[in-house]
């Protein structure tokens, strides 16, 4: 690389002679080197941009960035391959597959999830959740988040009474209650999900209520959100199931797991590098008191008797069974949100129903033979009077219906009235008329002859418009000095 100064004199002999050879015969250098010298000089020292090399899949790269923002960066190249074919890529998949992985990779750059590290307190929070250890079994698994504590518990399923049940356990084994219980959207404890707030189960409110902790709920498809508890699930599988597996009886099991959960938490824990024992020893004065008895969890069926209008009542609702059932006896539970009906004498389920609020009616169709039949309260006109007016339309109709509900005791004298008025005025005047009258909550024919005799030139109502907006001009301001006596001329 030639220094500052021989760039000097390079420069300064090419503009004493004008050529690159000659230029180079006086600095004892190439003709080369004299013109890249030169020509960098020129451009101000300035590199020239490389112009950008052209793809065989630059035609369907906006399609690819439409698809991959659409679907959040989870379609597959696989899937998007035959749409750009379609498009008119005839290239390569391999090629095709670095184009949506960089279009995958921008997307995430711009939409990340601003995840950060969990700050656990003392005290405070329990998370929870089932895995599938195989074999017909199920794994409850809990986790105490600031001590480490692991608590793993087998079942025979993940219903909401087995679920309370094992939790209520966990409670009793750390000795007291954390303030919040941490559960993804697990269908034994989720009553219903509005506007992404999770509402809990009668049972889990009622046990929450009984322990003093509040349920809190991880976001919709997002394991990240608790995968403290996640990792106890895979930790459980492979270090306590795999090697013990199969269990041949669930007592066997879960005494399996007491054993477990006793050596894991006597051990230094990889992450917060302190036993998890005594860490809880430290915790527990933090952590809510245990209540003296255990909560009954699950209600006992409450039987009830059909009556006859084939249905049964349960909280202040009725809930229909099928018609056969009418004078029997049927037992009534709730179960995962569902309200089941089934018969005393077989323990059949007849019957299942969402639950209602009280005074209200489930009713199925199917208990009764069919679906209800429609109301027959249409207007049905019987005079020659009531015949013409009706073939106004609809408006006649709901005219006529309004009039009457009204307490017009003279609606027949007025329909023979508005028929003269019809023949005087013709059937798109009296439309109108009637129109305007319904608008009005006017039911009778003098009505309706004032709104005729009114014409076309009546005041037609309309909603509000928008708030008028004015731009009020700027004036300038001066300070109080300048309002002083000796000023009073001055101010204009």
């Not at 509900?405 to 008025?421: I, K, M, Y």
């Amino acid at each position: 690389m030639k220094s500052s100064g021989e760039v000097m004199d390079i420069i300064a002999a090419y503009r004493e002679v004008g050529t690159y050879r000659g230029a180079a015969q006086m600095c004892g250098t190439t003709h080369k080197t004299v013109k890249r010298i030169i020509e960098r000089a020129l451009t101000a020292d300035k590199t020239p941009s490389r112009k950008r090399r052209e793809h065989n899949f630059d035609a369907v790269a906006e399609l690819v960035t439409e698809k991959v923002k659409a679907t959040a960066g989870k379609i597959s190249a696989k899937r998007l391959l035959p749409l750009a074919q379609a498009a008119g890529y005839d290239g390569s998949a391999r090629n095709f597959r670095r184009l949506v992985a960089s279009a995958k990779k921008a997307w995430r750059r711009e939409n990340h999830r601003g995840r950060r590290p969990a700050v656990w307190t003392p005290g405070e929070m329990l998370v929870i959740d089932w895995g599938d250890a195989g074999g017909g079994l199920h794994v409850f698994c809990a986790v105490l988040a600031w001590s480490r504590i692991r608590f793993v518990r087998f079942a025979d399923n993940e219903r909401a009474t087995t679920t309370l049940r094992l939790l209520a356990e966990c409670f009793e084994e750390l000795g007291g209650v954390p303030k919040m219980v941490l559960a993804d959207r697990m269908g034994c404890l989720k009553g219903g999900v509005v506007a992404n707030k999770v509402i809990p189960t009668a049972d889990y409110v009622r046990l929450a209520t009984h322990y003093g902790f509040r349920p809190d709920w991880c976001q919709a498809a997002d394991p990240e959100s608790k995968g403290i508890v996640e990792n106890l699930v895979g930790y459980a599988k492979r270090d306590l199931v795999a090697p013990q597996a199969p269990f041949d009886d669930l007592t066997v099991a879960n005494v399996a797991a007491r054993q477990w959960c006793a050596e894991v938490n006597a051990v230094s824990h990889s992450e917060i590098c302190a036993i998890p024992m005594e860490r809880l020893a430290a915790e527990r004065d933090l952590l809510g008191a245990l209540p003296s008895l255990r909560p009954a969890v699950g209600k006992a069926p409450a039987t009830r008797k059909v009556d006859k209008l084939s249905c049964v009542r349960f909280g202040s609702a009725r809930y229909s069974v099928p018609t056969h059932l009418i004078g029997a006896r049927v037992a009534v539970t709730e179960a995962e949100g569902r309200l089941l009906v089934s018969d005393v004498a077989t323990g059949e389920i007849v019957a299942e129903h969402v639950p209602v609020a009280p005074g209200q009616a489930a009713v199925t169709d199917e208990h009764y033979g069919g679906p209800r039949p429609a109301p027959r309260r249409a207007a049905r006109p019987r005079t020659e009077t009531e015949k013409v007016f009706l073939g106004l339309g609809p408006v006649a109709e709901t005219f006529l219906a309004a009039s009457a509900a009204s307490g017009n005791t003279r609606l027949g004298a007025d329909l023979v009235e508005l028929a003269a008025l019809r023949a005087a005025h013709g059937d798109e005047a009296l439309v109108a008329a009637l129109e305007r009258a319904v608008a009005f909550r006017r039911w009778r024919a003098e009505d309706v002859r004032s709104i005729l005799a009114a014409g076309a030139g009546t005041a037609q109502v309309r909603p509000a418009g928008d708030a008028l907006v004015l731009e009020l001009p700027q004036v300038p301001t001066r300070p109080l000095s300048a309002y002083t006596l000796d000023k009073i001329g001055e101010v204009s």
